[in-house]
Each structure stands twice: as structure tokens, then as C-alpha cells.
């Protein structure tokens, strides 16, 4: 619990069920720091920072934060200078750094919480140079994204008007480090050292989670994790080497049977071929739980945990509610008022992003506010 944080009857270990919740999103945050300390130990001996942007990824900022200082954390990076000053004011002597660079008239609140931009053009490069000589920054080259930072032929130019600035970083970006096969890695690495070659006293870093689990082992001085902090799995197709650091649970807030014919939910797309038990719970598109993953939307249905049986979400996902097919768990696994894991061991991020034709970043990003928050393990 963060210590600016009103206690809350969750937050001090109660039950959710004396809460009256009806969802409810549990934060790992002993989870959380064995992935950045797995993730330093792989990258060692290069330094293991971690990414914070989008509020932890949506897992909340300064307890996620919190918890990385006390792992051994001490570099950490945010994309917006709003982002920076909430993290100043976690972490007063924490190196951060911004993703998004310094835009036109950032300057005073940049230094006024010594905030580092990550340079990502020429025209930004000599406009810090001129605003802040000698504060720290980092330079971004880009490398293949073709969003931000410097294209790689104009290093040298950049190196020249970084002259005047106390470099500290130069760095980029892979395209598809999620696939160690992919040929762009390897153009990517080549490209960079090339660059690099104009900042020989610059520390350099290059791999985000994916990155770090790259053949070609390209830690450099500094790691950049993101996904895999919060659970999500950077082998694709491999076995997830992360903790899950998120669960998810609704509560069930009626139970109903329907005679065959009888259909569920917006559109009428599932329809019982059979007596059915059903159960509604309290969570829905407006909680981040993407419409996709609706009973005849795409792939099989999304499952959730009912005392330990698999149930299927059938029908629509609406705003505020999913229902589940009970019919082939026993009559007496589910009373009304009881908890089902949605998100959690059983279903990770990225299988729900999968099964929502999403992204596993998206899901974690999106999770609602109007779910009752616990963080365990901090």
C-alpha cells in the first residue's frame, strides 16, 4: 500500500467479499520484483532499469516504483514529463528519463525535477543544447521504428551538436526483438554500433524486455524492461520465464437458469442448445476486458475459474457485465456473491490478449479503475 494512499478495507488484508466489490485486481509486487531481479542477473553486467510509462503499465506508479527501489532499481523511465514530475516525487534520487524528449517550453519543468530528455531529432538536440548546456540527457537513434530519434547517418551531426550537453545515454529501439529469427535484429545491431561509434565515452543501451533474451546478447551498459516486469511473457512461444505480477476477479452477482433456445446477452450470438446454469458477473468493457473476447467474436470462448473448473464467457461482452456458462462445473461450485478468477495463473495477459485478437500490453494498460485494488507482497 502506498504510503499516501488511504487505507482501504483491501488494502489491509480483508476479505473482498466484506468489501462489496465487485471486481477486484490483485498486484503481485513480490512478483514483481523477482522479474526485475531475474531480468537483472540474465542482463548483468550491464545495469537493469525498468520502464514505468502509462502508470506502471496501468498497475499503478508509486507502488510499483516503491517496490522496484527496494528490489535495487535506480534508473527508470517514463514517456511524458507529467509522468516524470510523479516520479520525482516517488523516487528523489532515482535517474529518470523521458521518453518523449523535451517539447517546445518543457524546459523549466525538465530541470526544475532534473528530468532527462531522451533527444529525438537534431532540431531537439540543439534546442536543448541551447536552453540547458551541461544537464544530463540521453540521444535516441533510430534504427528501423522510423518514429522517433536520429536516423543513423546523421550520428555524426548529432554527436556535434550534443557537444556542448553531458551526454549520458545513447540508445534505441528493436523492431521485432520478439522474434530472435527476424534478420532486423541483426541489421538493427549493426546499424547501432555503427552510430555509437560516434559517442565512444556514451554509455549505450539497446534491449527492451524481448531484447534481453536475444541470442546476441545485446545488454550494453543498460536493459530497458517493460512488459516482463509486470508478467508479461517476452519469448513468445517459449515458456513464460516471468512471474504473473496481476489477477483478476469478478464477483458473481446472480445465478439463472435458461431453457434451450433461450439466448445471452446483446445480438443474441450464443443461444442454450440445452438447459443451462448461468452466472452474471460484474465487470465488463468498461473495465478493460476488450469486447473481443465475446462468445462468437473469434477464436474459442475465454474460460474463467470457478472454483477451480473452467466456465466459458457466452454471449456479449457489455459494459458492465459478462456472463458464464456453468452447466458442466457441478451445481454447488458457485453461490452468489463468490469470486471467479478472470486474469490470473490459469489465463495469463497474454493469453487473453490472444484470445481478444489484442496485444498482452494493451489488456495490462487498460485495466479499470473501477476495479478495488490489493497489492500483496510489497
Known amino acids: 500500500m502506498s504510503v499516501r494512499e488511504k487505507p482501504s478495507p483491501l488494502s489491509l488484508g480483508a476479505s473482498p467479499c466484506d468489501a462489496g466489490e465487485v471486481a477486484l485486481l490483485t498486484i503481485d509486487l513480490a512478483a514483481l520484483a523477482r522479474n526485475w531481479k531475474l531480468l537483472a542477473e540474465r542482463s548483468a553486467p550491464a545495469e537493469c532499469a525498468a520502464v514505468v510509462k502509462a502508470d506502471a503499465y496501468g498497475l499503478g506508479l508509486e507502488p510499483v516504483m516503491r517496490a522496484l527501489l527496494a528490489a535495487g532499481c535506480r534508473t527508470f523511465f517514463v514517456a511524458t514529463a507529467a509522468e516524470g514530475v510523479q516520479a520525482r516525487a516517488i523516487a528523489r534520487d532515482a535517474v529518470l528519463y523521458m521518453f518523449n524528449g523535451a517539447p517546445p517550453g518543457s524546459g523549466p519543468l525538465l530541470l526544475s525535477h532534473e528530468l532527462r530528455p531522451v533527444l529525438n531529432s537534431l532540431d531537439e538536440i540543439a534546442e536543448w543544447a541551447a536552453l540547458a548546456p551541461g544537464t544530463p540527457a540521453a540521444l535516441h537513434i533510430d534504427t528501423g521504428m522510423s518514429r522517433l530519434g536520429v536516423a543513423p547517418p546523421d550520428a555524426g551531426v548529432a554527436a556535434e551538436l550534443a557537444r556542448g550537453l553531458s551526454l549520458q545515454l545513447v540508445m534505441s529501439h528493436f523492431v521485432s526483438s520478439q522474434q530472435p529469427e527476424n534478420r532486423c535484429n541483426d541489421r538493427q545491431i549493426a546499424q547501432f554500433a555503427l552510430a555509437r561509434a560516434h559517442f565512444p565515452e556514451v554509455a549505450a543501451s539497446f534491449a527492451n524486455s524481448s531484447g534481453i533474451f536475444l541470442p546476441h546478447r545485446p545488454h550494453l551498459d543498460l536493459v530497458r524492461p517493460g512488459y516482463a ?129 489484442t496485444i498482452g500490453y494493451e489488456i495490462l494498460t487498460r485495466l479499470g479503475r473501477r476495479y478495488a485494488r490489493r497489492y500483496v507482497g510489497g
Open 229 to 357: 516486469l509486470y508478467g508479461g511473457n517476452p519469448t513468445p512461444g517459449k515458456p513464460n520465464p516471468m512471474r504473473p505480477v496481476v489477477k483478476l476477479e469478478a464477483r458473481i452477482l446472480a445465478l439463472r437458469e435458461i431453457k434451450p433456445g433461450e439466448s445471452v446477452g446483446y445480438d443474441a450470438t450464443w443461444t442454450a442448445s440445452r438447459p443451462s446454469r448461468l452466472a452474471a458477473l460484474g465487470l465488463g468493457y468498461a473495465d478493460g476486458l476488450p469486447w473481443g473476447v465475446s462468445s462468437g467474436a473469434g477464436a474459442e470462448p475465454l474460460e474463467a475459474l470457478v472454483s477451480g473448473f473452467r466456465c466459458p464467457i457466452v454471449g456479449r461482452v457489455s459494459m458492465d457485465a459478462i456472463v458464464l456458462d456453468l452447466t458442466e462445473a457441478p451445481s454447488f461450485i458457485a453461490q452468489r456473491g463468490d469470486f471467479v478468477e478472470i486474469l490470473g495463473e490459469t489465463t495469463g495477459v497474454d493469453a487473453l490478449a490472444e484470445r481478444a485478437g
